[in-house]
């Protein structure tokens, strides 16, 4: 979005004014005047995602207290009329929260689209951004300003989602426990503080490519493609940021790890203890837990994390977007130091 560029003056007008003696000079007052359109109408999404998730909350505490479903809480999954009751709650609460857990994957993408690539490949593209440079600003000083407002925006805008998507998954997620898995991508991609981490790394990969493309169209497009693709690798790597726990159990044929445990990897062990290969030809046996024992297959090991990783491991991705996010940073003042010209 270009838009015409006024003289640098330490005076700030009285509609830089935000109230609360808090006021925006120069050229930040600019950056925001560039960027508060989005702003609003992301502030608008994000109360409206607040209001309806309050309600929904709300309708499902009350129905899991109105139907004494706290007597089939558990992590593992429970028979007759708890199993009847849960049923009927996960159609009633947990199938229509499945959507909006789901697009929450596109958020981060949108922030890196529509706020980070144009960020400065419209000024690059159309050369305005040599008019600010040339009015007693440097240009790193207009990169922190270009860069420092859409960042600011984009984490309140995105934490206020995170933080409403969070309080309505909650009731839901500790009373299914094992029946809606914490673990798969959703709803872990659209709650808690990993999602704002990925929506600052979508905008720097937004801010950078247009800062290399000079092109708004180019960057847009290729934020897309290597934000999903950053989102695919951190997806790929998430179970090794904490260690695992690792547990052995005798005399079963079941899993080793809790029934809402995170699975990474497991298999048969033998009386010692010792991990074994798995026997193919035993599913195919009249009775598959002799077949396995006559074979030395006498217990399980699995290596999982449990329920109670989900936050640390939140918090840990989250630390890596923004860590990745500070390397682009630093990519990006080099080009202006060196390249941009």
């Not at 790193?140 to 206020?160: E, N």
């Not at 808690?192 to 960057?219: D, E, F, K, N, Q």
Request: charged residues 10%; hydrophobic residues 50%; contains cysteine.
């Amino acid at each position: 979005m270009s838009v015409s560029l006024i003289p640098y003056r330490p005076s700030t007008p009285a509609s830089a004014r935000t109230g609360s003696g808090l006021r925006l000079r120069g050229l930040t007052w600019l950056v925001w005047r560039q960027n508060r359109l989005a702003f609003w109408i992301g502030l608008g999404v994000a109360a409206a995602v607040a209001a309806y998730s309050i309600v929904r909350h709300q309708e499902m505490v009350t129905a899991i207290a109105q139907g004494h479903l706290d007597a089939c809480r558990g992590t593992t999954v429970p028979a007759g009329t708890c199993a009847n009751k849960l049923v009927a709650f996960g159609q009633t609460y947990q199938y229509p929260m499945r959507r909006p857990l789901q697009a929450m994957l596109a958020l981060p993408l949108l922030f890196g689209v529509f706020l980070g690539g144009p960020q400065l490949a419209q000024e690059l593209e159309s050369g305005t951004y040599r008019t600010v440079c040339t009015q007693s600003v440097t240009r790193l000083r207009w990169f922190a300003a270009k860069l420092l407002v859409p960042v600011a925006l984009t984490v309140v805008i995105s934490g206020t989602i995170a933080a409403a998507m969070t309080w309505w998954w909650q009731p839901a997620g500790d009373l299914l426990g094992a029946w809606f898995p914490w673990y798969q991508w959703y709803p872990y991609d659209g709650i808690g503080p990993v999602l704002v981490g990925l929506s600052v790394l979508s905008l720097l990969i937004g801010v950078t490519a247009g800062l290399i493309l000079r092109r708004t169209v180019l960057a847009m497009g290729a934020t897309v493609v290597l934000g999903a693709g950053a989102m695919y690798l951190l997806e790929s790597v998430r179970g090794h940021l904490l260690p695992t726990t690792l547990a052995t159990v005798q005399h079963t044929t079941g899993s080793a790890a809790p029934a809402d445990a995170w699975v990474l990897a497991e298999g048969p062990v033998n009386a010692t203890g010792q991990r074994v290969p798995d026997l193919l030809s035993c599913y195919a046996a009249d009775d598959y837990s002799k077949c396995l024992v006559q074979h030395g297959r006498t217990g399980r090991w699995a290596e999982f994390h449990p329920a109670s990783h989900l936050w640390p491991l939140q918090w840990a991705e989250t630390g890596l977007c923004l860590l990745l996010a500070a390397a682009l940073t630093g990519l990006c003042v080099q080009v202006i130091r060196h390249r941009l010209a």
